[in-house]
């Protein structure tokens, strides 16, 4: 550093190097990596028209097997209503169990894998769960698949495309077609 410098350069450069010795912390990765998968997004579309449109999404629906949609039951406003993720249908049965001691209203059960909805039915202390009917789930497009469509339809668009004037030479840089001003 010289003397020279101005003090508003000094004032960063100190910065900088508070700021480089200081540890920062690690950056977490982010749960999942990509688009929802079209089950996440087909429980999604479920809860959205069960739950209203203000439904969160927990970051447990990522990789689950069934989800459960719940509301807390408050007696000011309207609480919001959460869709959260759960490995399996005995996790699912314990949820279900917990939010009915907790205070909580289960607005429906939905099944990832089979793409239907679930109704629980608590007897004895046991929850039963009856499948509803089964939802239209689109299956993801395998890499393979999208190229030879993309392929397809680029040789379509070759064989269906003007020829362009430019390439005459009647217009642009070069093609003789202007006149002098």
């Known amino acids: 550093m010289s003397n020279d410098e101005p003090e508003y350069l000094k004032a960063i450069r100190r910065s900088q190097e508070r700021r480089s010795e200081t540890p920062r912390p690690p950056e977490r990765p982010s749960v999942k990596a990509g688009p ?20 969160r999404v927990s970051a447990s629906l990522t990789g689950a097997k069934v989800a459960v949609l719940v509301q807390p039951i408050t007696p000011f406003g309207e609480p919001p209503v959460s869709l959260e993720g759960l490995p399996n249908r005995e ?55 999208m190229i030879r469509r993309a392929a397809q339809q680029a040789e379509q668009f070759a064989k269906s495309r003007k020829s362009d004037d430019r390439d005459r030479g009647g217009r642009g840089p070069g093609g003789g077609g202007g006149g002098r001003r």
């Open 36 to 55: 929802p998968t079209p089950a996440e997004r087909a429980a999604l579309r479920w809860a959205r028209e069960v739950g209203g449109k203000d439904v």
């Open 91 to 145: 996790a699912l049965a314990e949820r279900v169990k917990a939010a009915q001691g907790a205070g909580e209203n289960v607005l429906g059960c939905f099944e990832l894998t089979t793409g239907r909805p679930l109704v629980p039915d608590i007897s004895e202390g046991k929850v039963n769960f009856t499948a509803g009917p089964s939802r239209p789930i689109m299956k993801a497009e395998s890499p393979e698949r």
